[in-house]
């Protein structure tokens, strides 16, 4: 989850629209995979790209439903903890796949992450992670695509 603090407001942002709010910085709340995510969609006859943060799996998948014509990803980047990617930092890297574990009676596990250098990590003990049974919620291949970044 992200929160905001009301001191960290902008309350004349640059552009005035009355359904947005500006914010200077934003607080993840938990020790979790997280996504930064650049989203393509046309307004007005022209591409704007935009970078999205989001906090869990959940809203990514939501996000993944209301992609369209015009409306699409460029790239999806999983920012992961130390204690999930073995280093001694935070980590942000390409996402190429992202599935559901599940136990052999089907239920979900956790989750598992490819990264671009095909590297897995697991939010599941690995002993229980098994990919054979683990269901598909984003594939890079299928997903994304590439088109020439405006603003």
């Known amino acids: 989850m992200l929160m905001t603090h009301k001191h960290a407001e902008l309350l004349t942002p640059l552009m005035q629209d009355e359904d947005i709010q500006y914010w200077q910085y934003v607080e993840q709340s938990t020790i979790w995979p997280w996504f930064y995510v650049e989203q393509v969609r046309i307004h007005d006859g022209d591409r704007v790209a935009s970078m999205l943060m989001i906090p ?7 996000i993944l439903t209301e992609l ?8 999806v980047l999983v920012v992961t903890p130390s204690d999930l990617n073995g280093s001694t930092r935070w980590q942000m890297e390409p996402l190429i796949e992202l599935s559901v574990a599940r136990s052999p009676e089907l239920k979900p596990l956790g989750y598992i992450f490819q990264v671009e250098d095909g590297r897995l990590y697991t939010t599941c003990p690995w002993s229980s992670c098994d990919r054979d049974r683990s269901i598909p919620i ?8 590439y088109t020439a970044h405006s603003n």
């Open 68 to 75: 369209n014509g015009s409306k699409w990803l460029t790239q």
């Open 138 to 145: 984003f594939s890079a291949a299928k997903h994304l695509r």
């Open 56 to 62: 869990s799996v959940p809203v990514l998948e939501q």
